[in-house]
C-alpha cells in the first residue's frame, strides 16, 4: 500500500511481483525491533508501542521517510544496525 501498488498494476516487469512484496513486509515487520532500538539510540525517537504489527510497520515507514530511507539505512550500517529488510 506504500508504493502505491494495487491488485494489477505490477504488469510492469521492474515492479516486484505481489509475492514478493509480501516477502520484504514480512522481512520489515520481523525487524522493527532493530529499527525501534537504532531510533530510541541514535535519535531519542520511540516508535509506538502498540500490539497491532501493521500500527507499528506503517508508524515506521512514515518516519523512515521523514528521515530518508536512504540516509537511515547508511547510518544503519554505519553503527552496526541491520538492514531493516535483512533476514
Known amino acids: 500500500e506504500q508504493l502505491g501498488l494495487t491488485e494489477g498494476t505490477n504488469q510492469d516487469p521492474f515492479l516486484p511481483t505481489k509475492d514478493g512484496i509480501i516477502f520484504y513486509v514480512r522481512r520489515f515487520c520481523r525487524n522493527l525491533s532493530n529499527l525501534h532500538s537504532f531510533f530510541a539510540r541514535r535519535w531519542r525517537i520511540i516508535g509506538p ?23 537511515v539505512i547508511r547510518d544503519m550500517w554505519e553503527d552496526g544496525f541491520r538492514h531493516p529488510f535483512a533476514n
Open 49 to 71: 508501542i502498540v500490539k497491532k504489527e501493521k500500527e507499528r510497520a506503517s508508524w515506521w515507514i512514515r518516519t523512515l521517510e521523514e528521515h530518508g530511507l536512504y540516509s
